[in-house]
Nanobody
Framework: QVQLVESGGGVVQAGGSLRLSCAASGSIFRLNTMGWYRQAPGKQREWVTTITSGGTSNYADSVKGRFTISRDNAKNTVYLQMDSLKPEDTAVYYC????????????WGKGTLVTVSS
């Protein structure tokens, strides 16, 4: 059982910043990845960024240089600092935790809406 609680979504003007948080609780193993996906209206859900428990991060090209993912292992919390936001960043952002439990298991938050106005 893993529960994810997201926060930080809202409305921001283009060029602005926003910080998302996701707190995980339950059966979290020490070795896992946490990350963010997003889904814009009428589009498929896409991967944004992930970070391992060891601190290795990866980013989609669309957000590279603008977004920064970080995590606090003691709190089982992952953050997404979003800078230089663009209207095309508008989407529902979903927190994700992936870990091996026999097979690779993914857990998802309910999502938080980020709206970037022009």
């Amino acid at each position: 059982q893993v529960q994810l609680v997201e926060s930080g979504g809202g409305v921001v003007q283009a060029g602005g910043s926003l910080r998302l948080s996701c707190a995980a609780s339950g059966s979290i193993f020490r070795l896992n990845t946490m990350g963010w996906y997003r889904q814009a209206p009428g589009k498929q859900r896409e991967w944004v960024t992930t970070i391992t428990s060891g601190g290795t991060s990866n980013y989609a090209d669309s957000v590279k240089g603008r977004f920064t993912i970080s995590r606090d292992n003691a709190k089982n919390t992952v953050y997404l600092q979003m800078d230089s936001l663009k209207p095309e960043d508008t989407a529902v952002y979903y927190c994700n935790v992936a870990q091996l439990v026999g097979g690779l298991m993914h857990y998802w938050g309910k999502g938080t809406l980020v709206t970037v106005s022009s």
